[in-house]
């Protein structure tokens, strides 16, 4: 068990569908991460959380909509998605975001779109 | 903006062998940290090495070492006695010092390691 959780494994959903990814952490990590994954294209970084609260969105489709509910669990909620969207997505949490120590990640979803 | 180039997107090595994969970067800072991360067919991201960019020593781990020229900005990556555990995607990221964003990692396109018996 890596200590962050990612459900589920795969994923795969049509254009018009409304899905939720979700991260879990008992690390004690208090920043929380959504990274894209495409093949041959570098990890994009998404969204991050400190204490719960947004702190970066870098500059992602609104199609993406991330919550933060507590600083153990993250989740990405999906709708209206494009083909161009199946990725795998990464979840990663660390100490403290002004830091990024102890970066931990989990196995991710493999997301297509249909 | 830093970026991170993986120019091998595909690497292979005799088990036992040494293997080296290389990283350079473009950033305008004199502080940061630089990572290798290794991720598995299990996908799981994980840290292989770790360096910090004030430190002139390379950093080792067992059989990983790096080799860290600060400035012809490059950060390769030597792995020693290669099994075949070792096969996977090995990406170099790179992540700034100071605070705000510091956190963000930026990664490289990721180079393919097989380890052939």
């Known amino acids: 068990e890596t200590g962050v959780t990612q459900t589920p494994r795969h994923l795969v959903m049509g254009m018009t569908n409304k899905k939720s990814l979700k991260c879990e952490q008992h690390?004690?990590?208090?920043?929380m991460y959504w990274y894209k994954q495409s093949a041959k294209k570098p990890l994009e970084l998404m969204f991050v959380?400190?204490?719960?609260?947004?702190?970066e969105n870098n500059s992602v489709p609104s199609r993406f909509s991330p919550e933060c509910p507590n600083s153990s669990h993250l989740f990405l909620h999906l709708h209206t998605l494009q083909p161009e969207d199946s990725a795998l997505y990464l979840c990663?949490?660390?100490?403290?975001?002004?830091?990024?120590?102890?970066?931990?990640f989990g196995s991710g979803t493999r997301l297509t779109v249909v | 903006a830093q970026t991170v180039t993986q120019s091998q997107p595909e690497m292979s090595v005799q088990e036992a062998e040494t293997v080296t994969l290389s990283c350079t970067y473009d950033?305008?800072?004199?502080?940061?940290?630089l990572f290798w991360y290794k991720q598995p067919p299990s996908r799981q991201m994980i840290l292989v090495i770790r360096?910090?960019?004030?430190?002139?020593q390379n950093a080792t781990e067992n059989r990983f070492s790096v080799n860290f020229q600060k400035a012809a900005k490059s950060f390769s990556l030597k792995i020693s006695d290669s099994q075949l555990g070792d096969a996977a995607m090995y990406f170099c990221?790179?992540?700034?010092?100071?605070?705000?964003?510091?956190?963000?990692?930026?990664f490289g396109t990721g180079t393919r390691l097989q380890v052939t018996l």
């Open positions: 990663a949490s660390s100490q403290d975001w002004r830091t990024g120590y102890g970066y931990t």
């Open positions: 990221a790179y992540r700034s010092w100071e605070g705000g964003t510091a956190s963000k990692l930026t």
């Open positions: 959380y400190s204490l719960e609260e947004r702190v």
């Open positions: 360096q910090e960019a004030y430190k002139q």
């Open positions: 950033t305008s800072e004199s502080d940061y940290y």
């Open positions: 690390l004690g990590h208090n920043a």
